[in-house]
């Protein structure tokens, strides 16, 4: 029972264009959202998260959409940069558990 | 500061064999857990504690134990290897609960190979 899903396992794009990442999930109870950050050999790193009560956040060149309606969460890179290319893993919770649940991992090339 | 520190970086078992993962955190963080990456799978969290002498089961528990004596360390034990714990496994650690949006730094990874 996968309760985050990131369906694309790859997306390559070209540097300077927009980058869009997407999750789904399926439990309502989630209550904030976190995306992260692997480059090989090395743990994943932190990038962005949001809270429920938000449908945007901004870091940067990174922006995460939440859409809670159609339980829908999109991190977009403008503009992406050949160092972006790595493994980005969406990942939900909801406060009174303490466990974070991630997706699968969409592998992101941006290519020079 | 070291940050989240795990040994071995690799390491080959035998069916049945045990061992402990290291991981240390010198950050002073109250929250630690354990998770295991494989292919198409994501991160799965097994183990996590959310301080000194408590600890919680993730999603993954089975084989594994853990235990936190200090704030420092947060040791995983394979308590009887078997092929299916092949994997990269992760340590991370966070000042305050990952649940509610906050950062979680990561160790380095632990690969290992179970024959």
């Known amino acids: 029972d996968q309760q985050v899903k990131q369906n694309s396992p790859s997306l390559s794009v070209q540097e300077g264009r927009i980058s869009i990442l997407n999750c789904d999930y399926t439990n309502s109870m989630f209550d904030y959202f976190l995306w992260y950050k692997k480059y090989p050999a090395e743990g994943p790193t932190f990038l962005i998260s949001i809270s429920s009560i938000k449908d945007k956040n901004e870091d940067g060149r990174f922006t995460v959409f939440l859409n809670k309606s159609a339980k829908h969460l999109s991190l977009h890179i403008v503009p992406s940069q050949p160092g972006d290319s790595a493994v980005y893993f969406c990942?939900?919770?909801?406060?009174?558990?303490?466990?974070?649940?991630f997706g699968q991992g969409t592998t992101l090339q941006v290519k020079p | 500061n070291a940050g989240v520190t795990q040994t071995p970086k690799f390491q080959v078992l035998k069916t049945g064999q045990s061992m402990t993962l290291q991981c240390a955190q010198d950050m002073n963080h109250e929250y630690m857990s354990w998770y295991r990456q494989d292919p198409g799978m994501g991160l799965r969290l097994i183990h996590y504690?959310?301080?000194?002498?408590?600890?919680d089961q993730g999603e993954v528990p089975n084989g594994y134990n853990v235990s936190r004596s200090t704030t420092e360390d947060f040791p995983l034990r394979l308590l009887s290897a078997a092929p299916s714990q092949t994997s990269v496994y992760f340590c991370?650690?966070?000042?305050?609960?990952?649940?509610?949006?906050?950062?979680?730094?990561f160790g380095p990874g632990t690969r290992l190979t179970v024959l």
């Open positions: 990942a939900a919770s909801s406060g009174n558990t303490g466990k974070l649940i």
């Open positions: 504690s959310v301080g000194a002498g408590i600890t």
């Open positions: 991370a650690s966070s000042y305050q609960l990952a649940a509610f949006g906050n950062e979680q730094f």
